[in-house]
């Protein structure tokens, strides 16, 4: 057989719906749902059938070493890294050998500037007359008033 059981089941689904929606224009509810559910076994059965028939007109899928290599293919994680620690130290002897001391490195590869922590300014509020204060708020009052 061709497929899966997931194609008989939106094959049901589909033939419930199609069944629903010309039968509920008639019919009572009641009836409209067991017709319905008559239908998603009939259509159930059906894509049985068509999946049967496709399957023998199609054939079995080939049988080849290399059709069974293909389907394994990404089902196990090797956790192994493989050993590079000397390409790595001849790496670093590279580095090494090219930055001697007292020449300058170039401007993307200076040493970055130490640690300094942020030191913003202090906020200070401004001492204000209370009199003035209050003038302030009877002016807003008054706008809001008009």
Do not use: C, H
Not at 70 to 98: F, H, K
Request: proline letters at 9%; hydrophobic letters at 40%; aromatic letters at 6%.
């Amino acid at each position: 057989m061709i497929g899966s059981i997931r194609w008989n089941i939106v094959f049901a689904g589909f033939g419930t719906l199609l069944t629903v929606v010309f039968s509920s224009g008639v019919n009572g509810l009641g009836v409209t749902m067991l017709r319905g559910l008559y239908a998603a076994i009939a259509f159930f059965i059906l894509a049985y059938v068509l999946r049967l028939v496709l399957g023998l007109i199609v054939g079995p899928p080939p049988a080849s070493d290399e059709a069974d290599g293909v389907e394994d293919r990404g089902t196990v994680l090797d956790m192994a890294t493989p050993d590079d620690a000397e390409d790595l130290n001849r790496l670093l002897r590279d580095q090494m050998n090219e930055s001697a001391p007292g020449t300058e490195l170039p401007e993307q590869e200076q040493p970055p500037e130490p640690f300094r922590p942020l030191s913003p300014p202090k906020l200070v509020s401004k001492q204000q007359d209370p009199e003035q204060l209050a003038e302030a708020l009877r002016k807003l009052k008054d706008q809001e008033e008009d």
